[in-house]
């Protein structure tokens, strides 16, 4: 291991656990923990234990759950913002971190951290502009064009595009309280055990269930085809594991998209490489990338 790569923390601070690291980048992770999402005391308390049994750090990147502030211009930089998850809403992730290890932090959202690990060491490597979607417990999205994460004032949030309706799937609202029918209102893990009482893996294969949410996730994709003309787009999360549907979508997309698009649907929509520590390895970047 060279000598003189700096020794990182990483932290993927998702809303049901915490994955913690210690390392020289994600190729030289010597020390791991997972921890459960409590309160942000609790879960604070053993996250900063974890690195203080680790000497010499030199920074630390966080990978979180949102809606955060991720704008270092704001006074609320490092903050999460209103989040249901309760007791988090308004807590200052970043800055209790950096009180507690005395090293600077690098803080982004933990679908942009996986984003970034994947445009550059996994299955978007190749790439000028990527994108990684997690369809799971929410729908989220993180765009990398040259290495970079691609964001202004806030971080995208791909989950709240509104796809048009599939014409069997009527009678069903959708389940986000702000837009009720946006895609992670109708394809996210909740609105599928919500729609049909069970997870899209445990429905049977010739359930239309699987047609549907594969013909949502498709639309999504070429839509982020004809806005950001990516060279990759990575399916992560969850949901993406029942098997099949990596392959419902890409058919449903090439399908759909008209013959627009000059590469096929199947060359640009990828699995992850990294998963399930596409996070964790982003949080590394994010550290290495600050120093």
């Not at 992770?29 to 997972?34: F, S």
């Not at 966080?62 to 998850?85: N, V």
């Not at 417990?137 to 765009?143: D, H, K, L, N």
């Not at 702000?178 to 429905?203: K, N, Y």
Request: proline share 7%.
């Amino acid at each position: 291991m060279p000598a003189d790569r700096p020794l990182l923390g990483a932290i993927e601070a998702g809303g049901t656990k915490f994955v913690l690291g210690v390392g020289h980048g994600p190729d030289a992770v010597i020390d791991q923990l997972q921890i459960a999402t409590r309160d942000p005391e609790t879960t604070l308390a053993e996250t900063n234990a974890f690195f203080e049994r680790h000497a010499g750090l030199a920074a630390i990147g966080i990978g979180s759950f949102g809606p955060l502030e991720r704008d270092t211009r704001s006074p609320k930089w490092g903050h999460i913002l209103a989040t249901p998850k309760l007791g988090w809403s308004g807590f200052d992730l970043a800055g209790t971190v950096a009180r507690a290890n005395g090293v600077p932090i690098a803080f982004d959202t933990d679908v942009n951290a996986a984003a970034l690990a994947e445009a550059r060491l996994g299955a978007a490597r190749d790439t000028g502009v990527s994108v990684y979607v997690t369809i799971g417990t929410g729908i989220g999205g993180g765009v990398i064009a040259d290495g970079q994460i691609v964001g202004g004032t806030g971080h995208p949030e791909l989950g709240h595009m509104r796809p048009r309706r599939n014409a069997d799937d009527h009678g069903f609202d959708g389940i986000c309280p702000f837009h009720g029918d946006c895609l992670e209102g109708l394809a996210s893990g909740p609105a599928i055990l919500a729609r049909w009482g069970e997870t899209l893996s445990h429905l049977p294969p010739d359930h239309a269930a699987h047609g549907i949410i594969a013909g949502y996730l498709a639309e999504m994709c070429n839509t982020l085809r004809a806005a950001l003309a990516p060279d990759a787009i990575v399916l992560g999360g969850g949901v993406m594991a029942t098997p099949g549907l990596f392959e419902r979508v890409v058919a449903a997309a090439h399908a759909s998209d008209g013959g627009y698009f000059a590469l096929p649907a199947a060359e640009v929509i990828r699995r992850p490489a990294l998963a399930p520590t596409s996070g964790l390895a982003g949080a590394f970047l994010l550290a290495a990338d600050l120093l």
